[in-house]
């Protein structure tokens, strides 16, 4: 049963995200959008999520380009965003954090420690950290 917090899933991959979010709505208002300029449209027509769960690799806005756009933004830069990739890049954490990134997670996810995390975060009580 959700408990009223707002949840966005950006992938570009159908089935993951589907998955995700019929997991997360147990939990959450989850919405979904399939790749970064789809998610920013959304948002600028006053949706503001609590926390976003973002993949990296996608078409048209890549996880890295919507973090700059939302970090620059000023209503939407302090959402907590977890980024999902399957990228073996070693750098890519570091270079997720300085993009603004509150966290990372490798592919494939663990449905309940994201819940786990989410909840944490949002709690205001923990930092994000690599999983």
Do not use: C, Q
Not at 60 to 80: D, K, M, T, W, Y
């Amino acid at each position: 049963m959700s408990d009223g917090r707002n949840i966005l899933v950006i992938e570009d991959e159908n089935s993951l995200r589907l998955l995700l979010s019929s997991f997360l709505s147990k939990h959450f208002n989850v919405e979904s959008r399939k790749d970064g300029l789809d998610a920013l449209t959304w948002m600028s027509k006053g949706n503001i999520p609590d926390f976003i769960l973002l993949d990296m690799e996608m078409p048209r806005l890549s996880g890295a380009e919507f973090l700059i756009h939302l970090r620059s933004s000023g209503f939407f830069r302090n959402i907590p965003v977890l980024v999902a990739s399957g990228s073996s890049d070693p750098d890519l954490e570091n270079k997720l954090k300085t993009l603004g990134a509150n966290g990372f997670v490798k592919k494939p996810i663990n449905p309940t420690e994201i819940v786990e995390t989410i909840n944490k975060t949002l709690v205001g009580n923990y930092e994000m950290e690599t999983h």
